[in-house]
C-alpha cells in the first residue's frame, strides 16, 4: 500500500448530467483515513458523487481537490448491477485484474501477484471457486468476488457504492470485518448505504446527502430524525421542481 494521502476536498462541486445538476455546491472534506457513510433519498445523488471522487465524471462546477491521489491510486466498487457479468472470464482472473496497476493492461501475472489473488480470495471466503466464470454466481457471490478484487488493488482509497445492496446477512458481516479491517489499516473508505442502520454500526461518520449537503459529521447526529425529515422534503421538493421544468420544456416543445 502506497503513503497516505491527503484529505480530498469537495469545493463548491455541483456534479449532473448533460448540464442538468444533480448535487449542488457541495463543500466539505474527507480526512485520510476516514470511514464515512453517504446516506439519503433515491436519487439524492449519491451515486453520482461517487463516480465524480472516482474520477468517472467531471464536474459541472467547483473541483475535487486530492493533492497526493489521482483517480488511478482510488479503487471503486459500482453497483453489483452495474457490473457486466457476461464477460466469459473466472473468478480468479477476473479478482487477479486488480493487479492490473501493477502489471499493466498485457503484463503476466508473477508469482507474488498469483499468492495475492489466492490470499484475497481465501479472505473473502471463496477459495475453491477459482475456476468458475463469474455469470455462474450468486449476487452475495459476485459481491465477495468484488471484494477479493479490490484486496488485490490494495489502494488507500477505496469507494463503494451500495455494498450491501442485495446481499445475504452472512455476507454482510463478512464483508463488514473486511471493511473494519481496512479502517484499522488507515484506508480512507466512502460507501452508499441505504441501510441507515448499517452506517451508525458501522460507520463513524456520514454525509446526509439530499442533491446537497443535509448534515456531515458524527453519524448519529448527522441521522437525527429531524436531518431525516429534512432530506425528504429537500428532495421531494427538487422532485417536484424537475417535473415542472420538464413540464415547461415539453410545452416550448409543442408550440
Ligand atoms: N447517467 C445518467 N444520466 C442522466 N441522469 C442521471 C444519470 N445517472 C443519474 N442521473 C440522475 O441524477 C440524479 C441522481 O442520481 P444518483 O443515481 O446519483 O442518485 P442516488 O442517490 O445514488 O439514488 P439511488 O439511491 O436511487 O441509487 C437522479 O435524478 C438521476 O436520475
Known sequence: MRAAPGPIRLVNLTLGYDRRPAVHHLEGEIAPGATLAVCGPNGA??????????????????????????????????????????????????????????????????????????????????????????????????????????????????????????????????????????????RTIVAVLHELDLARRAFPETLLLARERIAWGETRGALCAENLARARAMSEAFDRQARECLRDEEAEHAH
Open 45 to 186: 445523488g449519491k451515486s453520482t458523487l461517487l463516480k465524480a471522487l472516482a474520477g468517472l465524471l467531471p464536474p459541472l462546477g467547483g473541483r475535487i481537490e486530492r493533492p497526493d491521489a489521482t483517480a488511478r491510486d482510488i479503487a471503486y466498487l459500482p453497483q453489483l448491477l452495474e457490473v457486466d457479468r457476461s464477460f466469459p472470464i473466472n473468478v480468479r482472473d477476473f479478482v487477479a485484474m486488480g493487479a492490473m496497476r501493477r502489471i499493466g493492461l498485457f503484463g503476466r501475472l508473477d508469482a507474488a501477484e498469483r499468492a495475492r489473488t489466492g490470499e484475497a480470495l481465501e479472505r473473502v471466503g471463496l477459495s475453491g471457486m477459482e475456476d468458475r466464470p463469474i455469470d455462474t454466481l450468486s449476487g452475495g457471490q459476485m459481491q465477495r468476488v468484488l471484494f477479493a478484487r479490490l484486496i488485490v488493488q490494495d489502494q488507500r482509497v477505496i469507494l463503494l457504492d451500495e455494498p450491501f445492496g442485495a446481499i445475504d446477512e452472512a455476507t454482510t458481516q463478512d464483508l463488514l470485518g473486511l471493511i473494519a479491517h481496512w479502517r484499522g489499516e488507515g
